[in-house]
């Protein structure tokens, strides 16, 4: 089956540290791989997509970066976190097809920048 | 204007209630997602669409593509139905743009 961990599940920093959020999927090979944030209410917000390991795409410009050094495995960062990027972030994987397939969520991260 | 707006925002039931949350979209589609979002955050998928209707148990959800408009509709309402729906849209087949959602509270 196929599954997808996210982690933490809540996460408090102070304004300036850094920051490492961790999603991986199993259960498929070369999937897409996508971060979104959902700031208090809003809608979900596409940060950055990867379709291959190493290649990361960013939607929008702002403090986070994303990598991905393996095929199952994403990570959002911060050098120095913000205020502003307090919000819900969420990992999310599609399975690598031509036309669209379903989308899967990870649970979700908490982040409050204090 | 956002490109997915749902409609009502908030929506609350009394159970037993046959509810409509609606979604419509201005940009070109290929499919719809219609989404759960419960109170700790995770989110699980309920329909991914591209035409006319689906049903699974309670829940029914339509797609209109001509008129870009889908509905999600809830038989029977329970209190543990109380969560956010959102509907997303697939734009050049594999990026979702996501509606605000629909904020539901079904009371007993």
Redesign the interface.
Known sequence: SQTIHQWPATLVQPVGSPLSLECTVEGTSNP?L?W?RQAA??????LF?S?GIGQISSEVPQNLSASRPQDRQFILSSKKLLLSDSG?Y?C?Y?KPFR??T???????T?LTVV | KNEVEQSPQNLTAQEGEFITINCSYSVGISALHWLQQHPGGGIVSLFMLSSGKKKHGRLIATINIQEKHSSLHITASHPRDSAVYICAVFYNTDKLIFGTGTRLQVFP
Do not use: K, P, S
């Not at chain 1, 209410?41 to 596409?46: P, T």
């Open positions: 897409n996508y979104y209410g809003r809608g979900l917000q596409l997509y379709v819900f969420l999310a599609q036309g669209w379903e989308a899967f969520f990870g649970q979700g908490r």
